[in-house]
Protein backbone atom coordinates (compact mmCIF):
# COMPACT_ATOMS: atom_id res chain seq x y z
CA UNK A 1 0.00 0.00 0.00
CA UNK A 2 1.56 3.26 -0.57
CA UNK A 3 2.07 4.51 2.57
CA UNK A 4 4.29 7.10 2.96
CA UNK A 5 6.54 7.56 5.82
CA UNK A 6 4.79 9.35 6.61
CA UNK A 7 2.89 7.21 8.61
CA UNK A 8 4.71 4.44 9.84
CA UNK A 9 7.99 4.17 8.31
CA UNK A 10 7.83 7.88 8.05
CA UNK A 11 7.75 8.88 11.22
CA UNK A 12 9.00 6.80 13.27
CA UNK A 13 9.68 7.04 11.47
CA UNK A 14 6.53 8.77 11.07
CA UNK A 15 5.18 5.06 10.52
CA UNK A 16 1.78 4.07 11.38
CA UNK A 17 -0.68 6.09 13.13
CA UNK A 18 -3.12 4.43 14.68
CA UNK A 19 -3.07 0.63 16.64
CA UNK A 20 -5.59 -0.69 18.65
CA UNK A 21 -4.30 -3.55 21.41
CA UNK A 22 -6.60 -5.21 22.77
CA UNK A 23 -5.45 -8.71 24.03
CA UNK A 24 -1.79 -7.92 25.03
CA UNK A 25 0.02 -11.16 26.41
CA UNK A 26 2.76 -10.83 28.30
CA UNK A 27 5.45 -13.07 28.42
CA UNK A 28 8.50 -13.73 30.29
CA UNK A 29 9.60 -13.29 34.64
CA UNK A 30 9.61 -9.63 35.11
CA UNK A 31 13.07 -7.72 36.16
CA UNK A 32 12.80 -4.56 38.07
CA UNK A 33 15.01 -2.05 36.57
CA UNK A 34 18.01 -0.24 38.98
CA UNK A 35 18.81 3.28 39.19
CA UNK A 36 22.68 2.36 38.35
CA UNK A 37 20.98 0.21 34.80
CA UNK A 38 22.13 2.08 32.32
CA UNK A 39 19.41 3.50 29.58
CA UNK A 40 17.66 0.84 27.71
CA UNK A 41 17.96 0.27 23.76
CA UNK A 42 15.34 0.05 21.20
CA UNK A 43 15.14 -2.11 18.24
CA UNK A 44 11.91 -1.80 16.34
CA UNK A 45 11.30 -4.05 13.40
CA UNK A 46 8.37 -3.14 11.24
CA UNK A 47 7.62 -5.61 8.04
CA UNK A 48 5.88 -4.29 5.02
CA UNK A 49 1.75 -5.58 4.64
CA UNK A 50 1.85 -8.51 7.52
CA UNK A 51 -1.70 -9.72 8.26
CA UNK A 52 -3.21 -10.57 11.49
CA UNK A 53 -6.41 -12.37 11.17
CA UNK A 54 -4.55 -14.84 8.14
CA UNK A 55 -2.08 -16.31 10.95
CA UNK A 56 0.86 -15.19 9.08
CA UNK A 57 3.04 -15.58 12.80
CA UNK A 58 2.38 -18.94 12.04
CA UNK A 59 5.05 -18.39 9.89
CA UNK A 60 7.65 -16.67 12.55
CA UNK A 61 8.21 -19.62 15.45
CA UNK A 62 11.53 -17.73 16.17
CA UNK A 63 10.20 -14.57 16.76
CA UNK A 64 7.11 -15.76 18.72
CA UNK A 65 9.81 -18.00 20.69
CA UNK A 66 11.93 -14.52 21.56
CA UNK A 67 8.91 -12.23 22.00
CA UNK A 68 6.13 -14.66 23.35
CA UNK A 69 3.91 -15.99 21.57
CA UNK A 70 0.72 -14.72 20.43
CA UNK A 71 0.61 -10.20 19.85
CA UNK A 72 -1.36 -8.60 17.21
CA UNK A 73 -1.91 -5.53 16.20
CA UNK A 74 -4.24 -3.26 12.91
CA UNK A 75 -3.49 -0.27 10.77
CA UNK A 76 -4.95 1.18 8.10
CA UNK A 77 -3.82 3.09 5.33
CA UNK A 78 -3.91 6.48 3.68
CA UNK A 79 -3.02 6.63 -0.40
CA UNK A 80 0.48 8.77 0.19
CA UNK A 81 1.10 9.24 -3.39
CA UNK A 82 2.22 12.21 -4.73
CA UNK A 83 1.22 15.06 -4.78
CA UNK A 84 -0.15 14.54 -1.02
CA UNK A 85 2.22 12.25 0.46
CA UNK A 86 5.87 11.23 -0.70
CA UNK A 87 9.22 11.66 0.21
CA UNK A 88 9.43 15.21 -1.38
CA UNK A 89 5.86 16.36 0.53
CA UNK A 90 7.69 14.97 3.74
CA UNK A 91 10.26 17.06 3.01
CA UNK A 92 8.25 20.46 1.86
CA UNK A 93 6.51 20.09 4.94
CA UNK A 94 9.70 20.26 7.17
CA UNK A 95 9.89 16.90 8.81
CA UNK A 96 13.12 15.80 7.10
CA UNK A 97 14.64 17.99 9.89
CA UNK A 98 11.63 17.33 12.66
CA UNK A 99 11.05 13.83 13.43
CA UNK A 100 11.67 11.02 15.75
CA UNK A 101 15.32 10.59 15.37
CA UNK A 102 15.99 13.74 15.10
CA UNK A 103 14.23 14.26 18.78
CA UNK A 104 15.69 11.02 20.23
CA UNK A 105 18.99 12.38 19.41
CA UNK A 106 18.65 15.15 21.03
CA UNK A 107 17.77 13.15 23.83
CA UNK A 108 20.72 11.83 23.94
CA UNK A 109 20.06 8.48 21.42
CA UNK A 110 21.82 7.09 18.67
CA UNK A 111 19.84 6.49 15.70
CA UNK A 112 19.80 3.86 12.84
CA UNK A 113 17.70 3.13 10.38
CA UNK A 114 17.86 0.02 8.07
CA UNK A 115 15.25 -0.67 4.87
CA UNK A 116 12.32 0.88 3.51
CA UNK A 117 11.53 4.16 4.77
CA UNK A 118 8.75 5.84 2.31
CA UNK A 119 7.19 6.07 -1.27
CA UNK A 120 9.25 8.18 -3.79
CA UNK A 121 12.44 7.94 -1.17
CA UNK A 122 14.06 7.29 -4.93
CA UNK A 123 18.08 7.69 -6.16
CA UNK A 124 16.24 10.84 -7.44
CA UNK A 125 15.36 12.63 -4.14
CA UNK A 126 17.00 10.59 -1.25
CA UNK A 127 19.53 13.28 -1.22
CA UNK A 128 17.47 15.83 -1.86
CA UNK A 129 18.10 16.65 1.45
CA UNK A 130 19.03 13.05 2.87
CA UNK A 131 16.87 12.97 5.94
CA UNK A 132 18.23 14.52 9.56
CA UNK A 133 18.79 12.59 12.77
CA UNK A 134 20.55 9.64 11.99
CA UNK A 135 24.14 8.23 12.79
CA UNK A 136 23.85 5.17 10.27
CA UNK A 137 21.02 4.62 7.52
CA UNK A 138 20.87 2.09 4.74
CA UNK A 139 17.60 3.05 3.22
CA UNK A 140 16.27 0.51 0.25
CA UNK A 141 15.29 3.22 -2.60
CA UNK A 142 13.11 3.12 -5.58
CA UNK A 143 12.83 2.06 -8.38
CA UNK A 144 14.43 -1.38 -6.99
CA UNK A 145 12.57 -0.80 -2.93
CA UNK A 146 9.87 -3.73 -4.36
CA UNK A 147 12.23 -6.08 -5.67
CA UNK A 148 13.58 -9.22 -3.65
CA UNK A 149 16.53 -9.34 -5.80
CA UNK A 150 17.78 -5.97 -7.56
CA UNK A 151 18.16 -4.06 -4.66
CA UNK A 152 19.77 -0.72 -4.70
CA UNK A 153 20.37 0.64 -0.42
CA UNK A 154 21.72 3.64 0.74
CA UNK A 155 25.43 3.77 2.09
CA UNK A 156 24.65 7.00 4.89
CA UNK A 157 24.35 10.68 2.98
CA UNK A 158 27.48 10.69 1.26
CA UNK A 159 28.60 7.04 0.88
CA UNK A 160 27.80 5.52 -2.70
CA UNK A 161 24.65 3.12 -3.33
CA UNK A 162 25.37 -0.12 -3.62
CA UNK A 163 23.48 -2.10 -6.27
CA UNK A 164 23.20 -5.96 -5.58
CA UNK A 165 21.27 -8.60 -7.95
CA UNK A 166 22.28 -11.93 -6.43
CA UNK A 167 21.58 -11.42 -2.89
CA UNK A 168 18.30 -12.01 -1.45
CA UNK A 169 16.49 -8.16 0.31
CA UNK A 170 15.97 -10.01 3.70
CA UNK A 171 20.08 -10.96 4.14
CA UNK A 172 21.03 -7.23 2.78
CA UNK A 173 18.68 -6.12 5.33
CA UNK A 174 19.83 -8.55 8.23
CA UNK A 175 23.87 -7.35 7.16
CA UNK A 176 23.21 -3.54 7.73
CA UNK A 177 21.32 -3.84 10.88
CA UNK A 178 23.98 -6.66 11.91
CA UNK A 179 26.96 -4.25 11.15
CA UNK A 180 25.19 -1.24 13.29
CA UNK A 181 24.53 -3.36 16.09
CA UNK A 182 28.61 -3.77 16.35
CA UNK A 183 28.37 -0.02 15.55
CA UNK A 184 26.22 0.85 18.51
CA UNK A 185 27.96 -1.57 20.69
CA UNK A 186 31.16 0.29 20.53
CA UNK A 187 29.94 3.59 21.72
CA UNK A 188 28.98 5.06 25.03
CA UNK A 189 25.47 6.06 24.24
CA UNK A 190 22.28 4.01 24.29
CA UNK A 191 20.61 3.10 20.51
CA UNK A 192 17.49 3.78 18.50
CA UNK A 193 17.46 1.19 15.21
CA UNK A 194 14.36 1.07 12.87
CA UNK A 195 14.61 -1.97 10.38
CA UNK A 196 11.90 -1.60 7.73
CA UNK A 197 12.08 -5.23 5.53
CA UNK A 198 10.12 -5.44 2.38
CA UNK A 199 8.66 -8.40 3.33
CA UNK A 200 5.61 -9.80 3.09
CA UNK A 201 5.08 -7.09 0.20
CA UNK A 202 4.24 -8.38 -3.28
CA UNK A 203 6.72 -7.29 -5.63
CA UNK A 204 6.92 -4.91 -8.18
CA UNK A 205 9.13 -6.48 -10.79
CA UNK A 206 11.36 -4.35 -12.70
CA UNK A 207 14.76 -5.88 -13.68
CA UNK A 208 14.62 -8.60 -11.47
CA UNK A 209 16.59 -12.06 -12.24
CA UNK A 210 14.66 -14.16 -9.66
CA UNK A 211 11.16 -13.99 -10.77
CA UNK A 212 8.65 -17.19 -9.56
CA UNK A 213 9.04 -19.87 -12.14
CA UNK A 214 5.69 -20.96 -13.35
CA UNK A 215 4.00 -17.55 -12.58
CA UNK A 216 2.33 -15.40 -15.29
CA UNK A 217 0.09 -12.37 -13.87
CA UNK A 218 0.44 -10.91 -17.44
CA UNK A 219 1.03 -7.66 -18.18
CA UNK A 220 0.67 -5.96 -14.82
CA UNK A 221 3.94 -5.18 -12.74
CA UNK A 222 2.79 -6.79 -9.67
CA UNK A 223 3.86 -10.47 -8.41
CA UNK A 224 3.94 -12.60 -5.85
CA UNK A 225 6.96 -11.82 -3.27
CA UNK A 226 10.18 -14.00 -3.51
CA UNK A 227 11.33 -16.32 -0.84
CA UNK A 228 15.44 -16.99 -0.26
CA UNK A 229 16.01 -20.43 -1.86
CA UNK A 230 16.02 -22.34 1.61
CA UNK A 231 11.68 -21.74 2.01
CA UNK A 232 11.22 -21.59 -1.82
CA UNK A 233 9.22 -24.77 -1.09
CA UNK A 234 7.90 -24.58 2.61
CA UNK A 235 4.02 -24.40 3.41
CA UNK A 236 3.03 -26.72 0.57
CA UNK A 237 -0.16 -27.30 1.70
CA UNK A 238 -0.92 -23.90 3.43
CA UNK A 239 -4.26 -22.11 2.16
CA UNK A 240 -6.21 -18.90 3.37
CA UNK A 241 -7.98 -19.89 6.19
CA UNK A 242 -11.93 -20.52 5.19
CA UNK A 243 -13.14 -18.12 7.85
CA UNK A 244 -16.84 -16.97 7.41
CA UNK A 245 -16.25 -13.88 5.68
CA UNK A 246 -13.74 -15.86 2.94
CA UNK A 247 -15.13 -15.72 -0.54
CA UNK A 248 -18.57 -15.86 1.05
CA UNK A 249 -21.99 -16.98 -0.65
CA UNK A 250 -23.87 -13.70 -0.57
CA UNK A 251 -21.67 -9.89 -0.39
CA UNK A 252 -20.97 -7.57 2.18
CA UNK A 253 -19.32 -4.54 3.19
CA UNK A 254 -20.38 -1.24 1.42
CA UNK A 255 -19.28 0.93 -1.43
CA UNK A 256 -17.46 -1.32 -4.28
CA UNK A 257 -16.71 -3.52 -1.97
CA UNK A 258 -20.49 -5.30 -1.75
CA UNK A 259 -20.62 -5.23 -5.64
CA UNK A 260 -17.86 -8.12 -5.99
CA UNK A 261 -18.70 -10.99 -7.35
CA UNK A 262 -18.04 -14.54 -5.84
CA UNK A 263 -14.62 -15.58 -6.76
CA UNK A 264 -14.05 -18.89 -8.92
CA UNK A 265 -12.19 -21.82 -7.96
CA UNK A 266 -8.69 -20.85 -10.25
CA UNK A 267 -9.23 -17.35 -8.77
CA UNK A 268 -9.11 -18.95 -5.13
CA UNK A 269 -6.18 -21.33 -6.09
CA UNK A 270 -4.22 -18.43 -7.55
CA UNK A 271 -4.34 -16.44 -3.73
CA UNK A 272 -3.80 -19.43 -2.10
CA UNK A 273 -0.20 -19.52 -3.82
CA UNK A 274 0.33 -15.66 -3.13
CA UNK A 275 -0.32 -16.50 0.29
CA UNK A 276 2.51 -19.54 0.57
CA UNK A 277 4.70 -17.35 -0.76
CA UNK A 278 4.02 -14.66 1.92
CA UNK A 279 5.08 -16.94 4.73
CA UNK A 280 7.93 -18.11 2.97
CA UNK A 281 9.26 -14.54 2.67
CA UNK A 282 8.10 -14.17 6.64
CA UNK A 283 10.18 -17.04 7.39
CA UNK A 284 13.28 -15.06 6.36
CA UNK A 285 12.59 -12.47 8.12
CA UNK A 286 12.02 -14.76 11.03
CA UNK A 287 15.45 -16.02 10.60
CA UNK A 288 16.37 -12.41 10.37
CA UNK A 289 14.94 -11.25 13.83
CA UNK A 290 16.68 -14.22 15.29
CA UNK A 291 20.08 -13.45 13.84
CA UNK A 292 19.70 -10.00 15.58
CA UNK A 293 18.99 -10.64 18.83
CA UNK A 294 21.84 -13.28 18.78
CA UNK A 295 24.11 -10.53 17.91
CA UNK A 296 22.05 -8.15 20.46
CA UNK A 297 23.60 -11.00 23.06
CA UNK A 298 26.80 -11.73 22.11
CA UNK A 299 27.44 -7.88 22.43
CA UNK A 300 26.18 -7.91 25.92
CA UNK A 301 23.03 -5.73 24.85
CA UNK A 302 19.78 -7.88 24.70
CA UNK A 303 19.02 -7.90 28.34
CA UNK A 304 18.90 -3.73 27.82
CA UNK A 305 16.77 -3.89 24.71
CA UNK A 306 13.42 -3.35 24.09
CA UNK A 307 12.41 -5.23 21.12
CA UNK A 308 9.10 -3.61 19.46
CA UNK A 309 7.41 -5.97 16.33
CA UNK A 310 4.90 -5.06 14.39
CA UNK A 311 3.96 -4.21 10.55
CA UNK A 312 2.38 -0.91 8.75
CA UNK A 313 -0.86 -2.00 8.01
CA UNK A 314 -2.90 -5.63 7.38
CA UNK A 315 -3.89 -7.69 4.25
CA UNK A 316 -6.73 -9.23 3.18
CA UNK A 317 -6.93 -12.32 0.66
CA UNK A 318 -10.32 -13.40 -0.32
CA UNK A 319 -12.21 -12.18 2.60
CA UNK A 320 -15.54 -10.27 1.41
CA UNK A 321 -14.72 -11.94 -1.82
CA UNK A 322 -11.93 -9.46 -2.00
CA UNK A 323 -8.37 -9.59 -4.42
CA UNK A 324 -5.33 -9.48 -2.47
CA UNK A 325 -4.70 -6.25 -0.95
CA UNK A 326 -4.72 -3.95 1.82
CA UNK A 327 -6.84 -0.54 1.73
CA UNK A 328 -10.17 -1.08 3.69
CA UNK A 329 -10.86 -0.35 6.84
CA UNK A 330 -12.16 -4.22 7.70
CA UNK A 331 -10.07 -5.74 10.37
CA UNK A 332 -8.07 -7.74 8.10
CA UNK A 333 -6.40 -4.27 7.33
CA UNK A 334 -6.56 -2.84 10.23
CA UNK A 335 -5.74 -5.56 12.74
CA UNK A 336 -2.09 -6.24 12.83
CA UNK A 337 0.38 -8.21 15.34
CA UNK A 338 2.50 -6.11 18.14
CA UNK A 339 4.93 -7.53 20.05
CA UNK A 340 7.02 -6.16 22.23
CA UNK A 341 10.08 -7.91 25.05
CA UNK A 342 12.50 -5.94 27.15
CA UNK A 343 13.01 -4.99 30.65
CA UNK A 344 9.89 -4.58 33.35
CA UNK A 345 7.81 -6.60 30.90
CA UNK A 346 5.60 -9.11 32.87
CA UNK A 347 4.73 -12.70 31.80
CA UNK A 348 1.62 -14.14 30.95
CA UNK A 349 -0.50 -11.32 31.20
CA UNK A 350 -3.45 -10.92 28.70
CA UNK A 351 -5.18 -7.25 28.60
CA UNK A 352 -7.65 -5.11 26.79
CA UNK A 353 -6.65 -2.11 25.93
CA UNK A 354 -6.61 0.41 22.70
CA UNK A 355 -3.70 1.56 20.92
CA UNK A 356 -2.79 3.01 17.77
CA UNK A 357 -0.03 3.68 15.91
CA UNK A 358 0.32 6.94 17.49
CA UNK A 359 1.08 5.71 20.41
CA UNK A 360 4.63 4.33 19.16
CA UNK A 361 6.57 7.31 19.66
CA UNK A 362 5.25 7.93 22.74
CA UNK A 363 5.68 4.67 23.95
CA UNK A 364 9.42 4.88 22.69
CA UNK A 365 9.75 7.73 24.68
CA UNK A 366 8.45 6.09 27.97
CA UNK A 367 10.85 3.20 27.17
CA UNK A 368 13.94 5.66 26.99
CA UNK A 369 12.56 7.70 30.18
CA UNK A 370 12.50 10.79 27.95
CA UNK A 371 9.35 13.28 28.69
CA UNK A 372 6.22 13.08 26.05
CA UNK A 373 5.99 15.76 24.08
CA UNK A 374 3.04 17.77 24.66
CA UNK A 375 1.61 17.72 20.60
CA UNK A 376 1.80 13.94 20.33
CA UNK A 377 -1.33 12.55 19.16
CA UNK A 378 -0.55 9.24 21.11
CA UNK A 379 -0.20 7.98 24.66
CA UNK A 380 2.22 5.39 25.92
CA UNK A 381 1.25 1.91 25.31
CA UNK A 382 1.29 0.18 28.61
CA UNK A 383 4.01 -1.99 29.43
CA UNK A 384 4.33 -2.77 32.93
CA UNK A 385 2.46 -4.24 35.08
CA UNK A 386 1.58 -1.16 36.85
CA UNK A 387 0.83 0.70 33.91
CA UNK A 388 -1.25 -2.37 32.56
CA UNK A 389 -3.53 -2.35 35.93
CA UNK A 390 -3.56 1.88 35.90
CA UNK A 391 -4.79 1.38 32.74
CA UNK A 392 -7.85 -1.31 33.23
CA UNK A 393 -10.87 -0.35 31.79
CA UNK A 394 -9.98 2.75 29.64
CA UNK A 395 -9.37 1.57 26.38
CA UNK A 396 -11.89 2.78 23.79
CA UNK A 397 -11.10 4.77 20.16
CA UNK A 398 -8.72 4.53 17.32
CA UNK A 399 -9.41 5.86 13.99
CA UNK A 400 -8.76 4.91 10.34
CA UNK A 401 -8.93 7.18 7.34
CA UNK A 402 -7.94 6.60 3.90
CA UNK A 403 -8.43 9.09 0.60
CA UNK A 404 -7.92 7.81 -2.58
CA UNK A 405 -8.96 4.78 -5.21
CA UNK A 406 -8.72 1.16 -4.61
CA UNK A 407 -7.14 -0.12 -8.20
CA UNK A 408 -8.53 -3.68 -8.35
CA UNK A 409 -6.28 -5.15 -5.88
CA UNK A 410 -3.34 -7.25 -6.03
CA UNK A 411 -2.44 -10.98 -7.37
CA UNK A 412 -3.08 -12.47 -10.49
CA UNK A 413 -6.85 -11.12 -10.77
CA UNK A 414 -6.29 -7.85 -8.95
CA UNK A 415 -7.04 -6.52 -12.35
CA UNK A 416 -10.32 -7.32 -12.98
CA UNK A 417 -11.75 -5.24 -10.19
CA UNK A 418 -12.96 -1.75 -11.65
CA UNK A 419 -11.20 1.05 -10.08
CA UNK A 420 -13.37 2.59 -7.41
CA UNK A 421 -13.21 5.63 -5.32
CA UNK A 422 -12.05 3.79 -1.06
CA UNK A 423 -11.99 7.32 0.34
CA UNK A 424 -13.64 7.18 3.93
CA UNK A 425 -12.96 7.95 7.72
CA UNK A 426 -13.85 4.32 10.10
CA UNK A 427 -13.70 3.98 13.95
CA UNK A 428 -13.22 0.94 16.48
CA UNK A 429 -14.50 1.66 19.76
CA UNK A 430 -14.51 -0.70 22.28
CA UNK A 431 -14.77 -1.21 26.12
CA UNK A 432 -16.35 -3.52 28.71
CA UNK A 433 -19.32 -5.20 27.03
CA UNK A 434 -18.76 -3.48 23.73
CA UNK A 435 -16.88 -4.03 20.39
CA UNK A 436 -17.90 -2.23 17.65
CA UNK A 437 -16.60 -0.52 13.88
CA UNK A 438 -18.25 2.57 12.22
CA UNK A 439 -17.56 4.18 9.10
CA UNK A 440 -18.68 6.98 6.69
CA UNK A 441 -17.81 6.81 2.87
CA UNK A 442 -17.49 9.80 1.00
CA UNK A 443 -20.72 8.52 -1.02
CA UNK A 444 -22.70 8.74 1.78
CA UNK A 445 -22.31 4.92 2.72
CA UNK A 446 -22.40 4.04 6.29
CA UNK A 447 -21.08 0.97 7.89
CA UNK A 448 -21.80 -0.43 11.60
CA UNK A 449 -20.79 -3.83 13.16
CA UNK A 450 -21.63 -5.50 16.39
CA UNK A 451 -17.83 -7.04 16.10
CA UNK A 452 -19.07 -9.04 19.30
CA UNK A 453 -21.96 -10.53 17.63
CA UNK A 454 -20.29 -10.33 13.92
CA UNK A 455 -16.76 -10.51 14.04
CA UNK A 456 -16.48 -11.11 10.73
CA UNK A 457 -18.15 -8.32 9.79
CA UNK A 458 -20.88 -9.72 7.50
CA UNK A 459 -23.79 -8.07 8.77
CA UNK A 460 -23.96 -4.26 8.21
CA UNK A 461 -26.94 -3.08 10.71
CA UNK A 462 -26.56 0.49 10.62
CA UNK A 463 -29.71 2.10 10.08
CA UNK A 464 -30.12 5.91 8.07
CA UNK A 465 -30.12 8.92 10.88
CA UNK A 466 -33.80 10.71 10.91
CA UNK A 467 -32.03 13.87 9.56
CA UNK A 468 -31.65 14.57 5.96
CA UNK A 469 -28.11 14.55 5.57
CA UNK A 470 -27.24 10.91 5.70
CA UNK A 471 -27.45 9.17 1.93
CA UNK A 472 -27.07 5.73 3.74
CA UNK A 473 -27.77 3.13 1.08
CA UNK A 474 -29.04 0.27 2.40
CA UNK A 475 -28.01 -3.20 3.51
CA UNK A 476 -26.66 -5.55 0.93
CA UNK A 477 -29.22 -8.00 0.16
CA UNK A 478 -29.02 -10.98 0.75
CA UNK A 479 -28.36 -10.93 4.04
CA UNK A 480 -26.59 -14.36 6.06
CA UNK A 481 -29.47 -16.83 7.12
CA UNK A 482 -28.73 -15.31 10.88
CA UNK A 483 -28.74 -12.00 10.95
CA UNK A 484 -27.26 -10.08 13.63
CA UNK A 485 -29.89 -8.07 15.93
CA UNK A 486 -29.46 -4.71 16.80
CA UNK A 487 -27.27 -2.85 18.85
CA UNK A 488 -27.41 -2.44 22.42
CA UNK A 489 -25.30 -1.26 24.61
CA UNK A 490 -25.56 0.04 28.51
CA UNK A 491 -29.05 -1.20 27.78
CA UNK A 492 -29.51 1.42 25.42
CA UNK A 493 -30.72 0.74 21.69
CA UNK A 494 -29.08 1.35 18.09
CA UNK A 495 -30.41 4.92 17.05
CA UNK A 496 -28.44 6.87 20.14
CA UNK A 497 -25.39 4.73 19.99
CA UNK A 498 -25.13 5.54 16.33
CA UNK A 499 -25.93 9.21 17.50
CA UNK A 500 -22.41 9.43 19.35
CA UNK A 501 -20.00 7.33 17.40
CA UNK A 502 -20.93 9.76 14.58
CA UNK A 503 -20.03 12.61 16.84
CA UNK A 504 -16.96 10.76 18.15
CA UNK A 505 -15.82 10.33 15.06
CA UNK A 506 -16.57 13.87 13.92
CA UNK A 507 -14.34 15.00 16.36
CA UNK A 508 -11.30 12.67 15.77
CA UNK A 509 -11.87 14.45 12.19
CA UNK A 510 -9.79 17.40 12.90
CA UNK A 511 -8.12 16.38 16.83
CA UNK A 512 -4.63 17.36 17.60
CA UNK A 513 -2.63 16.42 20.78
CA UNK A 514 -4.40 15.81 23.78
CA UNK A 515 -8.27 15.97 22.05
CA UNK A 516 -6.81 13.43 20.04
CA UNK A 517 -6.37 11.35 23.12
CA UNK A 518 -9.47 12.26 24.97
CA UNK A 519 -11.88 12.70 22.56
CA UNK A 520 -14.85 13.09 24.56
CA UNK A 521 -13.32 15.90 26.53
CA UNK A 522 -14.04 17.92 23.04
CA UNK A 523 -18.22 17.41 23.61
CA UNK A 524 -17.98 17.52 27.19
CA UNK A 525 -15.26 19.74 28.35
CA UNK A 526 -16.19 19.39 32.15
CA UNK A 527 -14.72 16.39 32.04
CA UNK A 528 -18.02 14.19 33.05
CA UNK A 529 -18.05 11.91 30.15
CA UNK A 530 -15.24 10.32 29.21
CA UNK A 531 -16.63 7.03 26.98
CA UNK A 532 -19.38 5.70 24.97
CA UNK A 533 -21.34 4.38 27.99
CA UNK A 534 -20.94 7.84 29.95
CA UNK A 535 -22.05 9.20 26.73
CA UNK A 536 -24.76 7.21 26.26
CA UNK A 537 -27.07 8.79 29.58
CA UNK A 538 -30.62 9.82 28.24
CA UNK A 539 -29.85 13.56 29.37
CA UNK A 540 -27.43 13.83 26.42
CA UNK A 541 -30.09 12.52 23.19
CA UNK A 542 -30.83 15.76 22.59
CA UNK A 543 -27.64 17.27 22.34
CA UNK A 544 -26.29 14.19 20.32
CA UNK A 545 -29.30 14.14 17.69
CA UNK A 546 -28.45 17.85 17.04
CA UNK A 547 -25.09 16.60 16.06
CA UNK A 548 -23.95 17.86 12.67
CA UNK A 549 -23.32 14.45 11.04
CA UNK A 550 -20.07 12.77 9.39
CA UNK A 551 -20.12 14.04 5.83
CA UNK A 552 -17.56 14.53 2.20
CA UNK A 553 -18.28 17.50 0.04
CA UNK A 554 -17.02 15.01 -2.54
CA UNK A 555 -15.14 12.27 -2.93
CA UNK A 556 -11.46 13.46 -3.36
CA UNK A 557 -7.95 11.20 -3.81
CA UNK A 558 -6.15 13.38 -1.05
CA UNK A 559 -7.30 15.31 2.20
CA UNK A 560 -8.16 18.48 0.70
CA UNK A 561 -10.42 20.19 3.44
CA UNK A 562 -12.98 22.28 1.69
CA UNK A 563 -14.14 18.40 0.89
CA UNK A 564 -13.90 16.99 4.18
CA UNK A 565 -17.74 18.29 4.97
CA UNK A 566 -18.45 19.56 8.29
CA UNK A 567 -14.90 19.79 10.55
CA UNK A 568 -16.74 21.21 13.83
CA UNK A 569 -19.41 20.23 16.27
CA UNK A 570 -21.89 21.83 19.60
CA UNK A 571 -19.85 21.57 22.87
CA UNK A 572 -22.57 20.38 25.27
CA UNK A 573 -23.60 23.32 27.61
CA UNK A 574 -23.40 25.80 24.34
CA UNK A 575 -20.97 26.79 21.70
CA UNK A 576 -18.56 24.75 19.37
CA UNK A 577 -15.47 23.43 19.34
CA UNK A 578 -12.61 24.61 16.89
CA UNK A 579 -10.78 22.70 14.34
CA UNK A 580 -8.11 20.87 16.67
CA UNK A 581 -10.27 20.51 19.40
CA UNK A 582 -8.80 21.34 22.41
CA UNK A 583 -5.35 19.30 21.54
CA UNK A 584 -1.89 20.99 21.68
CA UNK A 585 -1.28 23.59 18.91
CA UNK A 586 -4.45 23.27 17.76
CA UNK A 587 -4.53 24.46 13.80
CA UNK A 588 -6.47 23.19 11.30
CA UNK A 589 -5.16 20.54 9.47
CA UNK A 590 -3.57 21.41 6.42
CA UNK A 591 -4.26 21.16 2.82
CA UNK A 592 -2.94 18.65 0.35
CA UNK A 593 -3.68 15.58 1.63
CA UNK A 594 -2.65 12.75 4.84
CA UNK A 595 0.65 12.40 4.99
CA UNK A 596 1.03 15.75 3.00
CA UNK A 597 -0.83 18.17 5.51
CA UNK A 598 0.02 22.02 5.87
CA UNK A 599 0.90 23.44 8.82
CA UNK A 600 1.55 20.01 10.97
CA UNK A 601 -0.16 21.13 13.85
CA UNK A 602 -3.42 19.77 13.35
CA UNK A 603 -4.21 15.81 14.03
CA UNK A 604 -4.38 15.97 10.14
CA UNK A 605 -1.16 17.53 10.08
CA UNK A 606 2.30 15.85 8.90
CA UNK A 607 3.67 15.74 12.23
CA UNK A 608 1.53 13.05 13.79
CA UNK A 609 2.97 10.66 10.87
CA UNK A 610 5.70 11.63 11.77
CA UNK A 611 5.77 10.89 15.44
CA UNK A 612 5.51 7.25 13.92
CA UNK A 613 3.83 7.99 14.77
CA UNK A 614 12.28 -10.94 24.50
CA UNK A 615 13.37 -13.65 24.33
CA UNK A 616 11.69 -16.33 27.05
CA UNK A 617 13.22 -15.95 30.39
CA UNK A 618 14.42 -12.98 32.36
CA UNK A 619 12.59 -10.35 30.47
CA UNK A 620 9.11 -9.66 29.37
CA UNK A 621 7.29 -9.86 26.29
CA UNK A 622 4.47 -8.01 25.07
CA UNK A 623 2.13 -9.38 22.46
CA UNK A 624 -0.91 -7.18 21.64
CA UNK A 625 -3.57 -6.91 19.08
CA UNK A 626 -3.90 -3.39 17.43
CA UNK A 627 -6.20 -1.61 15.13
CA UNK A 628 -4.29 1.28 13.42
CA UNK A 629 -5.68 4.11 11.75
CA UNK A 630 -2.93 5.12 10.18
CA UNK A 631 -3.16 8.33 8.97
CA UNK A 632 -0.51 9.04 6.45
CA UNK A 633 0.97 6.03 6.09
CA UNK A 634 2.54 5.66 2.70
CA UNK A 635 4.06 2.64 1.40
CA UNK A 636 3.23 0.38 -1.14
Given at each position: MARDIYSLRSLLLAAVLAIFIPKLTWHGRSHAATNTQPRPNVLFVLTDDQDLHMDSLSAMP??????????????????????????????????????????????????????????????????????????????????????????????GPNGPLTHDLTTHTTDLTQAHAEAFIETAASNPRPFFMMVAPLSPHVELLGNNNKALPNVSYGPGILHPPVPQPQYENAFPDAVV???????????????????????????VDSNDALYRNRLQVLAGVDDMIDNLASTLDAKGLLDNTYIVFSTDNGYHIGQHRLQPGKKCALETDI???????????????????????????PTFFKMMGIPPRPDFDGGAIPFTQA??????????????????????????????????????????????????????WCDGAHELYD???????????????????????????????????????????????????????????????FSCRAPWSVLHPTGNVSNLVDALDPVYDEFYSGQPKVEFAWCDLGLIEEGEGVLVGNVYGGGVWSEGGLGNGGGKRGKGGKGGKGNGKGRKGVREEIEMQGREGEFGVLEGREWSSVIGVGVE
Open positions: KLKKLLGEGGTTNTNVTDLGLPFGGYPKFVAEGFSDNWLPVWLQEAGYDTYYVGKLMNSHSIYTYQDPYVSGLNGSNFLIEPYTYQYYNTVFTNPRTPNFNPSFPSGAGWIRDLPQQTQDNNIPLLIRGPDVPQNVVTNISSSHTDLADIDAHAGKSEHVQVEFWGTQTGGEGKYGASVPKSNNTYKAMRVFGEGYSVFYSVMLADPYQLTNIFTPFSSANSTSPPNPVPQPSSPTPDLSISSRPQAPIQTRLDALLLVLKTCAG
